[in-house]
């Protein structure tokens, strides 16, 4: 029997990773946790990264808060996704922090979100809010990358916000932008300012945005590899 523990270094393949995430599947995060060391937190309100990083310890991801994959020597991104008891995504997804400056001449195949989405390790977790976060389960991960399809939404999508972005729009951007991908404020608090382009050309203090994945994308995703019921 392969004794279940924490990787202490990056895996050296996709093969080994995947591995080591079925591994994971069907253990709850408490047992995850007490097998790391970890202690739970009793909800995620305030430690909403908690089950990325218990992950990501049990898996040797890399990065940390870098701006590369958490597999970097992969080229590999770990996101944890928590899902309904059908298996459907209680929330969106984040992707990365969108620049809202220094954008002429971006283009998609260079974009910091195409390289994060490149190649997805998904790993669905529990997350029903009457289930203690101790008692939730690991899902079965999928080792994921987009088809010419999802690469064409995200595509026309980053496109759309981008051009918003750089024409001095960013504070018109709501969240019904995008099809399958939106632009949303992420701060830790209304204080955490950053610069960006405004409507005339100056520059503005407005809250950092991120890029996420909107549920109807993350959903059907699911649905597909793991044949669900349609989303």
């Known amino acids: 029997m392969f004794a279940l523990a924490p990787f202490t270094s990056p895996p050296e393949s996709e093969a080994r990773l995947l591995a080591q995430a079925q591994r994971l599947a069907g253990y709850t995060l408490g047992e995850l946790a007490t097998l790391a060391g970890l202690p739970v937190p009793r909800d995620l309100k305030r430690d909403k990264g908690w089950t990325g990083v218990l ?12 701006p590369e994959q958490d597999f970097a020597a992969l080229g590999v991104e770990l996101k944890t996704i928590p899902v309904d008891n ?36 998904w790993i669905p977790i529990e997350g029903s809010r009457e289930i203690p976060v101790a008692d939730r389960r690991v899902g079965s991960p999928l080792l994921w990358s987009p088809n010419a399809e999802e690469e064409q939404q995200l ?3 980053w496109e759309e916000l981008m051009d918003l972005i750089v024409l001095g729009q960013v504070t018109r951007i709501t969240a019904r932008h995008g099809e399958v991908l ?14 960006a382009i405004g409507e005339h050309g ?13 549920k109807n994308f993350t959903g059907a995703l699911l649905a597909r590899h793991f044949l669900l019921s349609p989303y």
Do not use: M
């Open 202 to 214: 100056e520059t503005i203090l407005t809250l950092p945005r991120g890029f996420y994945l909107k």
């Open 86 to 121: 059908q298996g459907r995504p209680l929330e969106t997804t984040f992707v990365c922090v969108a620049p809202l400056t220094g954008n002429s001449g971006v283009v998609w195949e260079t974009s910091h979100v195409r390289h994060k989405l490149k190649r997805v390790l």
């Open 55 to 66: 992950l990501e310890l049990w898996l040797g991801a890399s990065a940390g808060s870098k």
């Open 155 to 157: 595509r026309l999508d």
């Open 182 to 195: 939106q632009l949303r404020p992420k701060a830790a608090n209304s204080k955490a300012l950053t610069e």
